[in-house]
Structures are given as structure tokens and as C-alpha cells.
């Protein structure tokens, strides 16, 4: 009788199947896939979130969650921060071997600063640049330092005090190299644990499983 009874076996079909009910689709942890593509959110008819129907298959799971890091570090460095600053855009090997084209010998051997932007595209920097310029002031979905081999990616991390992205970035990582056609190792190479401390806000590296503040002492989050 009602309008709204028009389409319940459709609007079943557009709810998430989330395990945790609780959560907000883009906060669930633990259920990456392969697919890089960034979760979309339909602005829903309901006031939920529905995924919609407009992506392929693949990308309309809700397991394609990307996280993105916001910038934590000293607050002059994000002032200097623009999209003039922003670091060079590597989506081909052509891309690549051109900037390392315009790199001297000694500095192509040392590692470079990346981050994954929001769009999950590769940004190279030479070494030292800050993060948060190479990503000119923007969130990002990953960031560290790398060195290539040719257009062939040698060591990788996620070395970022700016953005202290934890190890579960490296899909976004590895789709972003793919899509830019690199060969890359199968993990990162060296993986950092940033915490900052709850008690006196500092921020810890943390090493050898030790979650103990090195300023004050205090504990560490150990997940
Ligand atoms: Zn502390």
C-alpha cells in the first residue's frame, strides 16, 4: 500500500554484510582485499551506508578499506606544506626512470622519500624532503622511504614520522607500485612501529616488542 514497501528485496541487497555490525563500514579493521580502490560510500537513501551498485563487483565489496593518515608531525613543517611542494607523480616506469633521470649518481643510491596520496598514486621526493611536503599538506595512505634498482624497487619501508603509517599500508603500497608498473618485493623491507606516548605525547619508534615510552616511561598501546 505504501511506497515504501515498493522495494525491500532491493534495499536488502545494498546493505553491507559487515561482522561487526557496530562499526562504520570504513573503520573495520582486518578485512583488506587485493583491491586498492578506496572505500566509496553512497550517500544512501536511508541515512545509512549503502554501497553502491554504480562500482564492478570487485570494487562494491566492503573489504576494500584503505586507511588514511593524517599528518602528526611538527605543525611549521605542515606550514610550508603546499601543492607547490607536492612530490613528483610516478604512475609508469617511463614516469620513474625520467625524475631519476634528473637525480645525481650518488643521490639515486641513497632512499628516497615517498608517500601513497589519497588518490593512491605514487610520489617520489629526493631524500630528506619532509613527507608531509611530498603529500603538500594532504592526508595520505602510506609513506616512508624507498630505493629503486633501475624502475625495479629495492628496499621499502614505512619510515614516516610525519604520518606514522603502521605496517597494514603496505596493500595500498603495493597496489600504487603495480598500478605504476614497478616490480617490487612482496612486503615492506623494513617496518617500523610508531607510537606516540598517551602520557607525555611523545613519540616512540619502537624496537625489539619493547612498548615502554622512552621520555617518561610509560606504557605504549601495543595494538
Ligand atoms: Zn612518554
Not at 601513497?116 to 613527507?131: K, N
Request: proline residues 8%; neutral net charge; charged residues 20%.
Amino acid at each position: 500500500m505504501t511506497a515504501h514497501t515498493a522495494e525491500p528485496g532491493r534495499a536488502r541487497l545494498l546493505v553491507p554484510q559487515l561482522g561487526a555490525a557496530s562499526s562504520p563500514p570504513h573503520l573495520v579493521k582486518g578485512h583488506r582485499s587485493s583491491c586498492s580502490v578506496p572505500f566509496r560510500e553512497h550517500p544512501g537513501r536511508s541515512g545509512t551506508s549503502q554501497i553502491t551498485s554504480r562500482y564492478p563487483a570487485r570494487h562494491a565489496i566492503i573489504a576494500t578499506v584503505s586507511r588514511a593518515y593524517g599528518y602528526v608531525g611538527p605543525p611549521e613543517l605542515l606550514e610550508r606544506a603546499s601543492p607547490d611542494t607536492v612530490g613528483e607523480r610516478v604512475a609508469s616506469p617511463a614516469d620513474l626512470k625520467r625524475w631519476l633521470a634528473g637525480r645525481d649518481a650518488a643521490e639515486r643510491d641513497e632512499p628516497f622519500t615517498y608517500v601513497v596520496d589519497l588518490d593512491g598514486t605514487l610520489r617520489v621526493a629526493p631524500r630528506r624532503s619532509e613527507h608531509v611536503a611530498c603529500a603538500g599538506g594532504q592526508s595520505v595512505l602510506a609513506a616512508g622511504e624507498v630505493t629503486f634498482h633501475g624502475t625495479r624497487v629495492g628496499e621499502i619501508s614505512n619510515q614516516s614520522t610525519g604520518y606514522c603509517p603502521d605496517a597494514a599500508s603496505w596493500p595500498d603500497v603495493a597496489a600504487a607500485l603495480d598500478r605504476a608498473g614497478l616490480d617490487r618485493p612482496d612486503g615492506f623491507t623494513a617496518v617500523f612501529v610508531f607510537r606516540h606516548c598517551p602520557g607525555c605525547g611523545e613519540l616512540n619508534v619502537v624496537k625489539d616488542d619493547d612498548y615502554v615510552c622512552v621520555f617518561c616511561a610509560g606504557a605504549l598501546r601495543r595494538s
